[in-house]
């Protein structure tokens, strides 16, 4: 299993955020930094920018993902730990306390990371060589596989839910009490630092405080509370990582998911079709219909190859009593006398769970209909429910945004045939309709999606809402007397739905038709929506989800005509298509140019000689501010002694190399495309032709040592796809094509000086050189304007053999020609920039007489590129 796109932008900006506290040795300036340098600093004026970095948990580094519900928030934490880890010092244990708001959401967590069958334990196995051990607090409380000795050796995830921790009964309080079978932690507590006051050494809490471990916390919203916050501190964390669909104001929340991107995924079921029909006997009766619709159109998919799918309609009954078992068991009543088969029905509630046990999933199983309240709150998942029929009072507005996030999560993650089982319906007949959407829009927000995700039906006409809004004098002067007439009883005889007719019989009712209609038009808006949304970038979508805390700046109005005008052609490649005409293109990207790629036969000269030992030791200490430095930041000197260097160099090679090389990976991280099987086999060979020295200054010098690889592998990698280019160029199978335009407005981040004849209001920022070619071609009378080209997913890029290159500037002449600027200090001239320089002038020449590529360095130059003065003089002929 792998991460999807949105998925893998949350874990590198993740990698982002950590690369910035390793520069600037401080949790809350590099998360102040990171937003700045994204969307601009902070203004608490106007409220843009990301506000400043909370410490809410002393010492330990707070960061929030916010994704949406469905969004896979347990795979994006899989993979997150490896992340966290890589930036690290080896010698610390790799301790995780997975916590979960509730019961059902701990058995299931713990199920999913310790079945070896299932994708998230697999993913877990492969990123920590696996070495893997999932427990629970019983299992740490009796010492259970749970010593100093496997704790070294291995990721430790210990699964446990905010009770057990918050000591409030005496089961709880175990965690804080003398525990002889944890005896063997106490010898290797360096101090007594980490132990709580009033509590034995040996008590599990003083055993997870030593261990200074990173909390995961699912569905994070949950842990707000003084309690909940004491709790966290308690834990002694180095790092928390918080998951949530609704963060709350005092997260620091390091990278957001938007909505869209999991419709992209085809994760949810989206939009939600609103219905509000007449009465409660409409409700039920367009509900069974649309049912038995959604069923048999789901059948037919299945007979044509599809996957099984059976859609549930989840049932809102409303309580009436402080025993309000009356309106459900009443509801279960009626559909039986409909005729309704009992094994099709099923109640849960606080008080009665009929669903213990049953997987709904199953083809074996025969439930249709789920009655609840709101008992189906968060930590429930059912893909097939597709249904939420409320039958609230008319007089009610409907309170669904408990249960509305359980109807919303797409069967297998896929795209299905009919548009209808793409969708997800909610059922009402409130008189209170406005009120109900309210609660509608709010279960979105819950769930991390707007009022944009639904769509409504109103059919309850202004007169039969009149009838039953009741004047709250008369309702608290004759309650009796509004009981009364608001019970509302189903009239069996309008109910047309038979559950014994055959497929071919079944009739559609007018009301399904609509339904279908309208869930037809939505699904075709939000395709084209999402077909546009592709071609822009993923930061986009991002920055629109942020709303007004973005700075955005306008083009001036007098270059607007530009913006429209300018196409910018980049490189597609020739594929097979998917179908019986042949073939067709799509965008290039170094993935297609590295397919045939074998890392693992490449050569591994590398001059090790050269490395120079970089030491990163940070002490924890307290600056003026109250803030912490972080304690987990890379460790490398050759003065350390690594316990664990010994204890790898005593086994045999072939296990020494095994254990160094999984280190190493640690360290490098994602190499997409590159397979991490290829980077492992690559590494195995260059650690076999070393001595024990040699292996020895690797395990102290781990980053030295892998940034050296690192820099091997990337010039190998640039080096055949580079060649793999030059080759599909000259076969015809590359070619460029109009791709890209520029925006109406830009998020520059930070702004740079104001120098005349920009392109939008404010620009970029720039660093002295850049401001000189600014100045000295951009305010050139024949150019027209000029732009700092944005990076990092903002700008345009070319695409090629080298990693997207973001050219520093697009300057336009008045003659038409649209020129792109790659500037250089002169210190940089290796062979990153003559690979740029190749690039950029490849693409001039495939792009047409109308567009022009130039690096520029001052004095000094490479093949292919300019100095200031001459590339001036060329522009000003253009």
Known sequence: MELKSYQRKVIENLEEYLGYVQEHKSLAKAFNQYWEDKIGPYNPLDGTGMEGYKNNIPNAAHVCVKVPTAGGKTFIAVNALHTIFSAYDFAKPKAVIWLVPWSNLLQQTVNTLSNPEHPYRQKLNSLFNNRVQIYQKADLLQGSNFNPTV???????????????????????????????????????????????????????????????????????????????????????????????????????????????????HMVKLPVIVYNNHDKTEVINNALHLQRKLENLAKKQEDEGGKYIRPIVLFQAQPKTNDDNTTFEKLKVQLLGLGIPESHIKIKTANIDELKGIDLMSKECEVRYIITINALKEGWDCPFAYILASLADKSSSVDVEQILGRVLRQPYVQRHKSFQLNLSYVLTASAKFNETLQSIVKGLQESGFSEKDYRKVDKMTEEEKKTVTTDPVESFLFPEQQAEEQEET???????????????????????????????????????????????????????????????????????????????????????????????????????????????????????????????????????????????????????????????????????????????????????????????????RILKSMNTEQLRDILVRKWSYTDKIKGKIRQLADSY????????????????????????????????????????????????????????????????????????????????????????????????????????GDHLDGSDSEAKCRLGNEWEKQAGKDFAYFMIFDKKGIEGAYTLDKAKELISKM
């Open 490 to 684: 189903i009239d069996k005889n309008r109910v047309t739905f038979d559950p014994n007719a055959d497929e071919e019989e079944t009739e559609t009712t007018s009301v399904i038709t609509e339904i279908e209609t309208i869930a037809e038009e939505q699904n075709r808006q939000l395709e084209e929506q999402i077909k546009e949304q592709e071609k822009q970038p993923v930061d986009d979508n991002i920055f629109q989800e942020m709303g007004t805390k973005v700075k955005r700046y306008k083009v001036k109005e007098s270059n607007k005509d530009f913006i429209d005008k300018i196409e910018f052609p980049q490189f597609f490649i020739k594929v097979t298509a998917s179908d019986i005409f042949g073939t067709e293109e799509e965008l290039l990207n170094r993935e297609s140019l590295l397919k045939d790629f074998k890392l693992s036969d490449e050569d591994i000269k590398i001059d090790f000689d050269q490395i120079s030992s970089d030491l990163y030791k940070i002490d924890l200490e307290e600056s003026k501010k109250n803030e912490y430095r972080p304690s987990f930041t890379k460790i490398e000197d050759s003065m350390v002694k690594d316990p664990i260097a010994e204890y790898i160099l005593a086994k045999p090679k072939d296990n020494q190399i095994t254990d160094i090389t999984h280190q190493m990976m640690q360290i490098i991280g994602n190499m997409y495309p590159i397979p991490d099987q290829e980077i492992k086999v690559y590494i195995g």
């Open 721 to 824: 796809a580079e060649g793999r280019f030059m080759d599909l160029l000259k076969s015809k199978k590359i070619n460029t094509k109009a791709n890209w335009k520029l925006g109406n407005e830009i998020v520059p981040g930070n702004t740079g000086s104001s120098i005349g004849n920009s392109l939008y209001e404010r620009e970029g920022s720039m660093n002295g050189f850049e401001e000189r070619v600014a100045m000295e071609i951009g305010t050139s009378s024949n150019v027209a304007f000029w732009h700092r080209n944005l990076e990092r997913g903002k700008g345009f890029y070319i695409n090629g053999f080298k990693a997207n290159h973001y050219p520093d500037f697009i300057m336009q002449t008045k003659s038409g020609k649209t020129i792109l600027i790659e500037t250089k």
């Open 151 to 265: 704790v070294k050796d291995q990721l430790s995830i210990f699964v446990m839910s905010f009770s057990s921790l918050r000591a409030n009964n005496k089961e709880d309080r175990k965690v804080f009490q003398e525990n002889g079978q944890l005896e063997a932690f106490v010898s290797q507590y360096k101090d007594s630092e980490h132990i709580l006051s009033g509590v034995d050494d040996t008590a599990l809490i003083n055993v997870l405080r030593y261990l200074n471990p990173v909390l995961v916390v699912d569905e994070s919203h949950n842990a707000e509370s003084d309690l909940s916050v004491d709790m966290l501190k308690n834990l002694n964390p180095s790092f928390i990582l918080d998951l949530t669909a609704t963060p709350k104001d005092n997260s620091n929340i390091v990278s957001l998911v938007p909505a869209i991107e999991l419709k992209k995924e």
